[in-house]
């Protein structure tokens, strides 16, 4: 099992920054793939970023840019590095995990509202 926490949303003006970050504890040497995901209001969720044991490194295209990826795995943390904040990407924000085993884990979501 594998046991997640977020930090780092909250508010923030239209063309600032936030950094996520996504802390994973328990069977961490399990761990595979750390991503991050987001659900906005009335909407479905969608990937915003993802990164596997070896590096390889997916954005969505609304995101390309400005947000920024990475993964400490002494620490099994991700964080996402979010740039020139637009309003539209108000959403929540939820870590994901993938095990090696195929195993999916989700933390709580952190909220990020940028104001126009």
């Known amino acids: 099992q594998v046991q997640l926490v977020e930090s780092g949303g909250g508010l923030v003006q239209a063309g600032g920054s936030l950094r996520l970050s996504c802390s994973a504890s328990g069977s961490v040497f399990s761990i595979n793939a750390m991503g991050w995901y987001r659900q906005a209001p009335g909407k479905q969720s969608e990937l915003v970023a993802d990164?596997?044991?070896?590096?390889?490194?997916n954005y969505a295209d609304s995101v390309k840019g400005r947000f920024t990826i990475s993964r400490d795995n002494a620490k099994s943390t991700v964080y996402l590095q979010m740039n020139s904040l637009k309003p539209e990407d108000t959403a929540t924000y939820y870590c994901r995990i993938i095990s090696f085993l195929g195993s999916h884990y989700w933390g709580k979501g952190t909220l990020v509202t940028v104001s126009s």
């Open positions: 990164i596997t044991s070896g590096g390889s490194i």
